[in-house]
């Protein structure tokens, strides 16, 4: 079955203490990106991967880091986590059309920082 | 630049009457457009998309939207609501360029009146 799996999917933790949220798809689709989600504001993206070795800044960074060492895998890391940070995250994989990318998204993980 | 704007954030229906969910885009380049949606405490899932062939698009669970080039929208309808059609809904507009943006809206809340 195709799938993007993400995990945890559920995780409370304190500021400061680094983490990683996993990303994980078998749809061999270059594209990968991550969203959170607040209330109020959508979907906001943080990073994207066009393609193995290559990340780009979404619209909110500041404090995400991420890596894209293999096509599959597009982890999400926090290396401070702060309380502004609690949030709902996705990740997606993007499959190119004629004009843009049809995306597909992982279940979520809901992060609390404490 | 692209941009999305959904007109409402709010919107409630009775029961078996029309829905209609407002979305205006802006974009340079020829886009490829999504509606997605999201029930409570669930991911999202791609309800249609439009990517350059037909303007009428037709989704699941009865819904349809039209891509108007000239008033820049992509409005989301469905002759009949439904209890279940309760969500949030997205509209998103997904160019292919340089900056390979994704954008997307702050969501519709459908709620749906017995």
């Known amino acids: 079955e195709a799938q993007v799996t993400q995990n945890p999917r559920y995780l409370i933790t304190v500021t400061g203490k680094k983490l990683t949220v996993t990303c994980s798809q078998n749809?061999?689709?270059?594209?990968m990106s991550w969203y959170r989600q607040d209330p109020g504001l959508g979907l906001r993206q943080i990073y994207y991967?066009?393609?193995?070795?290559?990340?780009d800044k979404g619209d909110v960074p500041e404090g995400y880091k991420v890596s894209r060492k293999e096509k599959r895998n597009f982890p999400l890391i926090l290396e401070s986590p702060s309380p502004n940070q609690t949030s709902l995250y996705f990740c997606?994989?993007?499959?190119?059309?004629?004009?843009?990318?049809?995306?597909?998204f992982g279940p979520g993980t809901r992060l609390t920082v404490l | 630049a692209q941009s999305v704007t959904q007109l409402d954030s709010h919107v409630s229906v009775s029961e078996g009457t029309p829905v209609l969910l407002r979305c205006n885009y802006s974009?340079?380049?020829?886009?490829?457009l999504f509606w997605y949606v999201q029930h409570p405490n669930k991911g999202l899932q791609l309800l249609l998309k439009?990517?350059?062939?037909?303007?009428l698009v037709k989704g699941i669970n009865g819904f349809e939207a039209e891509f108007k080039k000239s008033e820049t929208s992509f409005h989301l309808t469905k002759p009949s609501a439904h209890m279940s059609d309760a969500a949030e809904y997205f509209c998103?507009?997904?160019?292919?360029?340089?900056?390979?943006?994704?954008?997307f809206g702050k969501g519709t809340r459908l709620h749906i009146l017995p």
């Open positions: 997606a994989t993007g499959l190119a059309g004629d004009f843009g990318y049809e995306q597909f």
């Open positions: 749809m061999n689709h270059e594209y």
């Open positions: 991967s066009m393609n193995v070795e290559v990340t």
């Open positions: 974009s340079s380049y020829s886009p490829s």
């Open positions: 439009y990517t350059s062939a037909a303007t």
């Open positions: 998103v507009v997904s160019v292919l360029n340089r900056d390979d943006k994704i954008i």
